[in-house]
T-cell receptor, first 116, second 110 residues
Framework: DQQVKQNSPSLSVQEGRISILNCDYT??????FLWYKKYPAEGPTFLIS?????DKNEDGRFTVFLNKSAKHLSLHIVPSQPGDSAVYFC???????????????FGQGTILTVHP | DVKVTQSSRYLVKRTGEKVFLECVQD?????MFWYRQDPGLGLRLIYF???????EKGDIPEGYSVSREKKERFSLILESASTNQTSMYLC?????????FGAGTRLSVL
């Protein structure tokens, strides 16, 4: 049962344009969402997060949008750069209602390629 | 700076061998995690630990065990390695929700 889904295995974008990566979830107990970026031969690194009390969070070129009613979140990268080429994972956790121990549920990942 | 260190980057083992993957973090984090990453499947949680000597099964614990004798160290054990355990193994630690990952161990079981 895949509770966090990234339905696009890959995305190709031209440098300078917007990249939009999507993520859907099914568990209504999730209330905190994160995006990670992973280069080959490295571990994932934290990019940006959003709490369910917000619908948008920005950090420089990266913005995450959350639509709770649709159980959907997206990561926007503007403008995209060739160095952004990596695998992007969304992840979710349920903080409320007890101790989660920081446990995250990850999506399958989307490979982003930004062409010069 | 945050640091999670996995003892090996690449490992080749034979079917039936006992395999130890070691992970050390220097951030005094309570929580530690072991994942495996496979193409198209994302990161799947094998085991996690929220305190010394405490462990909880993740989503795919079969064929694995773990040990946490000290706060900074979390070991993953493959009791009898099988070919379907060939994968990238990632260790992470956290205080709250944001997890910090090691560089990973690419394990091949022949």
């Amino acid at each position: 049962d895949q509770q966090v889904k990234q339905n696009s295995p890959s995305l190709s974008v031209q440098e300078g344009r917007i990249s939009i990566l999507n993520c859907d979830y099914t568990n209504s107990m999730f209330d905190y969402f994160l995006w990670y970026k992973k280069y080959p031969a490295e571990g994932p690194t934290f990019l940006i997060s959003i709490s369910s009390i917000k619908d948008k969070n920005e950090d420089g070129r990266f913005t995450v949008f959350l639509n709770k009613s649709a159980k959907h979140l997206s990561l926007h990268i503007v403008p995209s750069q060739p160095g952004d080429s990596a695998v992007y994972f969304c992840a979710a956790s349920g903080r409320a209602g007890g101790t989660s121990y920081g446990k995250l549920t990850f999506g399958q990942g989307t490979i982003l390629t930004v062409h010069p | 700076d945050v640091k999670v260190t996995q003892s090996s980057r690449y490992l080749v083992k034979r079917t039936g061998e006992k395999v130890f993957l070691e992970c050390v973090q220097d951030m005094d984090h309570e929580n530690m995690f072991w994942y495996r990453q496979d193409p198209g499947l994302g990161l799947r949680l094998i085991y996690f630990s929220y305190d010394v000597k405490m462990k909880e099964k993740g989503d795919i614990p079969e064929g694995y065990s773990v040990s946490r004798e000290k706060k900074e160290r979390f070991s993953l054990i493959l009791e009898s390695a099988s070919t379907n355990q060939t994968s990238m193994y990632l260790c992470a630690s956290s205080l709250w929700d944001v997890q910090y990952f090691g560089a990973g161990t690419r394990l091949s079981v022949l």
